[in-house]
């Protein structure tokens, strides 16, 4: 469907003064070419001058069949007749023409000259391209200035290369040995005269890189921008792209596509229509154009690859109401869109191309799309796009439509869009028609910035001769001078500035307010405003600067110039983005009330438009006269705000209005409402009637009774909130701050599963949490846990909120083991481990110092951690020997078995507190049982019975007992035995070593052989001791 609004996208227009009747006109560098009847000559008009006034004309070798400009570059590319033979040139420093004077260079592809363009003069090139079939169609690329040639089956790109004067130089100081001559005045006048050399001068010239052959089609048309090659047969659109080969051999291997069944030969009676197709990306490969690439057979030639991108083919019902020589493509285009961020490689590629009766426009870079489908109202004889408009001309009328490329490339731009920050309508929005412009006899049509050249010559002829010659307009060929007579024009039309066009639909779109303000040609006439402002802020420096702004404010003198000049430098940026703010408001507005499919819309466009929750809900308020209902993107917009953690408070009035209009249109969302931390000013005793209205009508529920409780809480009604509390048991309060964690935490994303994003926000306890942490620490304790495992907040925003409570040497800690006994992820539990054995440590250090913290009993002890988390160990029975038992605190106490508890258990890293275990001294046994676990828990074993041996000697048989098992188990008479021999030879009264010996004995006679015994026996005359033990092993061994 297309849209027709009645504004104004044409400002004024002028006349060209040219003297002979144009055949072909093209536009590009400021310039206005026009190739008159008979094609030898050029003529340039000024375009950025008011009047276009001539600025230099040239003579061609031949009679020019088609034109173009490249704006990279800035050279001409022409195909040329003489003598029946048709010839492809280029013709580069044109402007160097101006004053008719200029010498002019011809010479061959590849063939730089020598003499005066090399030593200093500067003169206009004419290159020679040599084709080995004729030329039919070129296309210059906007980004590399490429140059692309197509032929009937054949297409062949150039690549545009320079020269730099001073390298030409030093190449032919052998060959050139005559004098240098007089370097010429250059004739452009913005350039002024020229000096004696040029050495910054680049030299233009072409290498042949491509070839292409498709034998399945007949060419009409080619197109090339950024690597994209598009090419159109009379039924059939097909675009590749070309890329650099990685794998030569890969660029060698043509791609498979499939073949169609060729006819009989014996049917050729029969008339086969084709059937309408359309390919994109990865399908278009299967359409039935072999595509074949010729090497051009330079070795240093860079190698390429292709892929197909689109294929399009129509069949006859396109062209209802078309005669047959009418029914064929043209207008084919591929246009990019460059932005401030994208200067050099274009941030969108996009393909046109139009039947009689529709124009087709697809978006090539980052996935293929159709955006747009254009329905004429007539037959149009060509189409060419701009970045805002699309200009077609029939016969009689120039019109204008609006294009989607600012909406494709403020995706490109801003990841945020179509997301709850931000909004853009849509790249597939229905089209609009603008304000037509009536002509006579219009032929071609081309486009500079935002100047539209029109030719037209008006026919005395018969309505069947138009029509019958129609086709040669569509490709802008010359035509002969009527012997009738005629008239023709060539006009330039000045479109307004897309600033200025806005204000009108902004305009425009005032009827629909006061009249239909739901209307869908509102919502749509306010997006196509919103898209005009998007393609302002997308232009680049250049742009703006080449008079983007508003180009035909130059040259009238007077007032009525100075006027528009200053018109046009109101839209900066900051204008501009104070309108986008403005129109933002209008599509919040129209979304707040559309349907359920739409109304999610207004969240995003409400927030780009700036405006704060009060000025939402203003201009969101029922009529008096009209039903008291809100519309549901106005709900969305109030449900995703309130979602939001932001520092913006609202007032007392507005946030008793917000529950006042939850109440009525969406109870059941009031406990979230209240949870918002923007509601935290809303009178308690109001809302707290709300809320037991709302219990009486929907019944009980843990998170209604706890925003209750809240709510008592802030009356200071400390009775009805304890009431309120033990309604319900402990566990099912979790589960409430589960459903509703901002009942407890403000900040963070803590209502919406802020967990899991990764970004560690600050969030802050609420009243209700403070009040937990004195009355119900376990409650509080068990519902941050729980908020942690299902993702509603992350350790480091518990840890802030505990010290906020400043309870980071309590609870914090409390909720660090209660998160060991609940967490799965490792990466946290060894984060956790890690955090409590450092506070054990510190806890020990500081009773050692006498300055520890006040006392505090911690919710769960040590004995309950063993039993119920499987990080804390049993202790071992060894260690009862070394810790004292009531020789310090019982906080002490307390610390110490718990850090010992976790050595022995299986989860601690012990490398990672050896460190911190430093602080603490070895010389108590406490101190030094820690130190004896580490060095057990690295395998230490044999300095760990040294140690024991030294310091508790007593405890030496229980730690065997435990920890010298299996593998270990040879340590009893390898290490343990030697060892205890050696001290009791040394003190042979100590009972204990004796004792120990003894015990050790009884295990060495229990796990060795006779013979192994024997060998352990000593030699220092003390066998008989170790005699009923050998006798014991013996007998042993015997009954095995």
């Avoid at 490339?409 to 990841?415: K, L, V």
């Avoid at 250090?845 to 049993?874: E, F, R, V, W």
Wanted: with cysteine; proline share 5%.
């Amino acid at each position: 469907m297309v849209h027709v609004y009645n504004c104004h996208p044409f400002k004024s227009q002028q006349i060209v003064q040219v003297e002979q009747e144009p055949g072909l006109v093209c536009c590009g560098g400021g310039a206005l070419f026009v190739v008159a009847t008979g094609g030898c000559k050029v003529e340039v008009y000024n375009l950025e001058k008011e009047g276009c006034p001539l600025f230099c004309r040239f003579a061609t070798m031949g009679t020019v069949k088609s034109i173009q400009h490249s704006k990279i570059g800035d050279y001409l590319v022409t195909i040329e007749e003489k003598n029946n033979a048709t010839y492809l040139r280029a013709y580069t420093n044109w402007r160097y023409q101006a004053e008719e004077k200029g010498r002019v260079g011809v010479r061959l592809l590849g063939h730089l000259l020598g003499g005066a363009s090399v030593w200093g003069g500067v003169q206009m090139e004419i290159i020679e391209i040599p084709m080995s079939e004729r030329p039919i169609a070129v296309s210059c690329c906007p980004v590399t200035g490429d140059l692309l040639v197509g032929c009937e089956k054949t297409v062949v790109l150039f690549t545009l290369s320079r020269q730099n004067q001073q390298n030409l130089q030093n190449q032919s100081q052998q060959s050139v040995q005559n004098s240098l001559p007089n370097s010429q005045q250059s004739c452009n006048p913005s350039q002024g005269p020229t000096s004696v050399s040029h050495p910054n001068l680049s030299i233009l010239d072409f290498e042949r890189s491509v070839i292409l052959h498709l034998p399945k089609m007949s060419l009409k048309q080619v197109a090339l921008c950024g690597g994209y090659v598009a090419v159109n047969a009379e039924l059939e659109v097909l675009v590749l792209k070309l890329e650099a080969a990685s794998d030569p051999a890969a660029a060698e291997e043509p791609l498979e596509t499939s073949k169609s069944a060729e006819p009989p030969q014996d049917q050729d009676d029969f008339l086969l229509i084709p059937r309408h197709q359309e390919l994109l990306e990865s399908k278009a490969k299967d359409c039935d154009i072999l595509v074949t690439m010729e090497k051009t057979g330079l070795e240093d030639q860079a190698q390429y690859q292709f892929s197909y991108i689109l294929f399009r083919r129509f069949s006859p019902e396109f062209f209802q109401g078309c005669r047959v020589e009418e029914m064929q493509i043209h207008s084919l285009q591929l246009y990019p869109l460059f932005t401030s961020n994208s200067l050099e490689d274009p941030t969108c590629v996009f393909c046109f191309f139009s039947l009689p009766t529709a124009g087709y426009l697809y978006s090539l870079k980052g996935g293929v799309e159709l955006l747009s489908a254009y329905q004429y109202p007539e037959k149009v004889l060509q189409a060419v796009m701009s970045d805002h408009l699309l200009h077609v001309i029939t016969k009689n009328a120039l019109q204008c439509f609006t294009v989607r490329c600012s909406a494709v490339a403020a995706r490109m731009e801003d990841p945020y869009i179509d997301t709850t920050m931000k909004a853009c309508p849509p790249s597939t929005l229905e089209v609009c028609a603008l304000r037509i412009q009536l002509f006579i006899g219009l032929r071609s049509v081309c486009v500079y910035n935002q100047r539209v050249i029109l030719l037209s010559a008006a026919d005395t002829e018969t309505q069947q001769e138009p029509e019958r010659r129609s086709r040669k307009w569509t490709i802008s060929s010359p035509k002969e001078t009527s012997t009738v007579g005629h008239g023709w024009n060539l006009y330039v039309v000045d479109t307004v500035h897309p600033f200025t066009l806005y204000q009108e639909m902004v305009e425009y779109s005032c009827r629909y307010v006061q009249t239909t303000p739901q209307s869908h040609s509102l919502r749509h006439l306010l997006s196509e405003a919103h898209l005009l402002l998007r393609a302002c802020l997308l232009q680049t420096p250049e742009q703006k600067q080449s008079g983007q702004g508003d180009p035909a404010v130059s040259s009238k003198p007077g007032s009525n110039g100075a006027v528009d000049k200053n018109s046009a430098t109101q839209a900066n940026r900051q204008e501009l983005e104070e309108a986008l703010r403005q129109n933002s408001a209008q599509l919040g507005d129209c979304f707040s009330r559309a349907s359920q499919k739409d109304c999610h819309l207004a969240l995003p466009y409400y927030k780009m438009s700036g405006l704060t929750v009060a000025e939402v809900i203003s201009r969101n308020r029922p009529p008096p006269e009209g039903p008291s209902s809100y519309g549901l993107g106005f709900l969305f917009y109030l449900k995703l705000h309130l979602l939001e953690e932001t520092e913006q408070h609202l007032t007392q009035e507005e946030a008793d209005e917000i529950i006042y209009i939850f109440s009525q249109s969406e109870p059941f969302l009031l406990v979230s409402v209240c949870a918002s931390p923007c509601m935290i000013n809303c009178s308690a005793t109001r809302t707290l009637q709300i809320l037991q209205r709302l219990e009486d009508t929907a019944g009980v529920s843990v998170p209604l009774t706890i925003i209750m409780a809240a709510m008592a809480l802030r009356l200071g009604k400390q009775q009805d909130y304890t009431e309120l509390m033990e309604r319900h048991a402990e566990m099912q309060l979790v589960y409430g701050f589960i459903e509703e964690p901002r009942l407890l935490l403000h900040g963070g994303g803590g209502g919406g599963g802020g967990g899991g994003g990764g970004q560690h926000s600050q969030v802050h306890p609420t009243s209700l949490a403070r009040q937990l942490a004195n009355t119900q620490p376990g409650l509080l304790v068990a519902a941050m846990v729980a908020l942690h495992e299902n993702c509603k907040v992350q350790l480091e925003q518990a840890d802030f909120v505990f010290k906020e409570l400043g309870c980071e040497n309590t609870l914090l800690v409390d909720f660090w083991e209660a998160m060991l006994m609940a967490s799965s992820q490792d990466a946290v539990i060894q984060e956790l481990l890690f955090r409590v054995a450092s506070v054990y440590i510190d806890r020990l250090t500081n009773s050692i110092n006498g300055s520890g913290a006040p006392k505090y009993k911690s919710l769960k002890g040590a004995d309950d951690l063993i039993t119920s988390c499987s990080h804390y160990g049993a202790l071992y029975p060894w260690l009862t020997v070394l810790n004292p038992t009531h020789s310090t605190t019982s906080e002490h106490q307390e610390a110490l078995h718990k850090l010992q508890s976790l050595l022995c258990g299986p989860s601690l890293s012990v490398g990672s507190i050896v460190p911190l275990l430093e602080r603490l001294s070895g010389e108590t046994l406490w101190g030094f049982s820690l130190h004896l676990l580490c060095a057990t828990r690295r395998g230490q074993y044999e300095s760990s019975i040294e140690q024991l041996l030294d310091r508790c000697p007593q405890a030496i048989i229980a730690y065997a007992n435990h920890q010298l098992q299996d593998k270990y188990m040879t340590l009893w008479w390898q290490k343990l035995l030697p060892e205890l021999c050696k001290r009791t030879r040394a003190a042979a009264d100590n009972g204990i070593l004796l004792g120990a010996l003894k015990e050790t004995l009884v295990v060495v006679a229990m796990e060795t052989s006779p013979a192994e015994f024997l060998e352990l026996i000593p030699d220092d005359g003390t066998a008989s001791y170790f005699l009923p033990h050998l006798l014991t092993c013996s007998q042993r061994h015997l009954m095995a």
